[in-house]
């Protein structure tokens, strides 16, 4: 890529329409008009999502997923996904009058998107999966025979999405988070392929706000709409080594 002030754009109509397409923002998704009425609206020739934007209608719809690329752009019927711009830089002593010779986007650049149709919405399509697969690929070793194992955790229900797990910065114990994607009111059960000795709900600091009823593997918890939750799992004396 080796333009200079040019949007390039992959455009896709859809046999759908919609008002009120859906985007994915971090932990969590939120509607944006297709058919601008304010000024500011008016303004804006895309919008920010992240991994997915979503057109659909009472019957179904398609998800437009990608691996790095952030701006959408949608009308009633079409989709559109900025892949590659090429404005110059802002001076970097006057902005307002001078402009940089450098352009930004020169060069070769690698990357994936893919639609996703669907019957009913963006929840019954499991939208969200999908794009954390795309952005998660399986990771394939050759000459090697593998065995089953148990997942680290999971949680029964499609909607509550583990997105991260580290160790905690002062203890040996594992900090999770989790959200609720699909913005609805969900009781999940997380269970572990270890055994838990306590779980507690603690802020993004790590501290610990609340106590969880655990039995031996498994607890629940209740999410609100699109509620991220930090937890802390203590682990039982070699559990993971086993």
């Not at 149709?117 to 399986?138: Q, Y």
């Not at 593998?146 to 580290?166: E, F």
């Amino acid at each position: 890529w080796f333009e200079k002030q040019t949007l390039l754009k992959a455009s896709f109509p859809f046999e759908v329409k919609s008002r009120l397409p859906m985007y994915e923002i971090p932990y969590g998704a939120v509607t944006r008009p297709s058919k601008p009425t304010t000024p500011q609206d008016k303004a804006k020739f895309e919008v920010p999502a992240q991994r997915w934007a979503d057109l659909s209608d009472a019957k179904g719809g398609v998800s437009l997923l990608n691996d790095c690329k952030h701006g959408y752009d949608t009308d009633e019927t079409t989709m559109r996904l900025s892949l590659l711009r090429s404005p110059h830089f802002a001076h970097p002593t006057d902005p307002s009058k001078l402009a940089d010779n450098r352009v930004s986007d020169q060069g070769e650049h690698e990357f994936t998107y893919a639609l996703l149709p669907h019957s009913g919405d963006w929840r019954k399509g499991l939208t969200v999966r999908h794009a954390r697969e795309l952005n998660t690929p399986v990771l394939v070793f050759h000459e090697r025979i593998a065995r089953r194992i148990s997942p680290l955790v999971s949680s029964t229900h499609a909607n509550i999405v583990i997105d991260s797990i580290k160790k905690a910065e002062d203890s040996d114990d594992l900090i999770l988070r989790a959200y609720e994607a699909h913005g609805e009111q969900r009781e999940t059960t997380f269970e572990f392929g270890f055994p838990v000795l306590k779980a507690f709900e603690c802020d993004l600091m790590e501290q610990v706000l609340n106590n969880l009823k655990t039995s031996r593997t498994k607890f629940k918890l209740k999410f609100k709409p699109f509620e991220v939750k930090t937890l802390k799992i203590s682990l039982k004396p070699a559990s993971l080594r086993k």
